[in-house]
């Protein structure tokens, strides 16, 4: 781990939706899946990014454009550099040989993806289901199509590809039918909260993906704190299990923005 930015060459650049590039970075920094990343921008900002990938030699970071510091990147061409320290925080943790189940909602298939990759070559034999608005929101379809031992569902709202509806609906249908020891989830809160909810029904184990504004990414800013266990997300988390996940106020219901204040979800 690196909390001092290092300045790397962007390597490659793909665009993998209408939304989201992939940026291929040349330098490991030994991430695992569901830990994040503070990628650095000289004279404008640093923000925090799930890790995507990393082999050993590069790194993968796929993000969306939806703000000025993703804009801003998003105009950085192959050999450009940007500054990253990390990886910071808790990522996902499986067993080997067990059958697993993924939900990834928008961008939260990177970080899945990543983590099935590792997964599926343990053994693991995974239900991995993608859901989005419509199909040209869908992230890593081919990619997951590839992955040993992984059986890919697609849910999207308007149904212009795979079931039409929300993928919580087609997790409710596996969990109906196959036996499943453990639930992963990553994506928009709204969605997990459902998933935290049908988990402890079923009384399922759940590792969930608890996003809050990181800053420094090591416990001293305070930024990220969770109401409700006052831990701070970079270092109980972003990913907790199911159990933590409940004992908070906020999951669900509201984020913490840059000065504190709270935003309802
Ligand atoms: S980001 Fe600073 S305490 Fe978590």
């Known amino acids: 781990m690196s909390d001092i930015p290092k300045s790397v060459k962007i390597l490659d650049i793909v665009q993998e939706n209408s939304l989201v590039k992939t940026y291929t970075l040349d330098i490991s ?123 890919l569902h697609i849910a999207t709202d308007d149904g212009s590809k795979g079931y039409r509806g929300y993928n919580i609906e087609v997790l409710k249908e596996i969990l109906l039918n196959k036996k ?34 990181m800053k420094c990414g090591f416990g001293i800013c305070g930024n990220c704190v969770n109401d409700g266990t006052g831990a701070p997300s970079c270092k109980k988390g972003p990913v907790m299990s199911n159990e933590e996940v409940r004992k908070l106020k906020d999951f669900g219901q509201y984020h913490r923005d840059e000065e504190g204040m709270k935003v309802k979800l």
């Open 180 to 213: 499943i020891d453990h639930i992963y989830t990553c994506g928009p809160e709204i969605m997990m909260k459902k998933v935290s909810e049908m988990a402890f029904e079923k009384n399922i184990p759940a590792q969930i993906s608890v996003e809050r504004y």
């Open 29 to 151: 920094l030994h991430g695992k899946p569901g830990q994040f990343c503070n990628i650095w921008i000289p004279r404008l900002n640093e923000k925090p990014f799930s890790v995507a990938d990393d082999d050993g030699k590069v790194m993968k970071f796929s993000i969306a454009e939806i703000g000025p510091f993703t804009q801003e990147l998003a105009k950085k061409k192959v050999g450009d550099k940007v500054g990253i320290r990390g990886p910071y925080g808790k990522g996902f943790e499986y067993k080997k040989g067990e059958h697993l189940v993924f939900l990834a909602g928008g961008y939260g298939a990177a970080p899945l993806y990543f983590l099935a990759r590792q997964a599926g070559e343990d053994g693991c034999e995974i239900e991995f289901i993608v859901g989005a608005r419509s199909e040209n929101l869908l992230l890593y379809i081919d990619k997951i199509k590839k992955l040993k031992n992984v059986h």
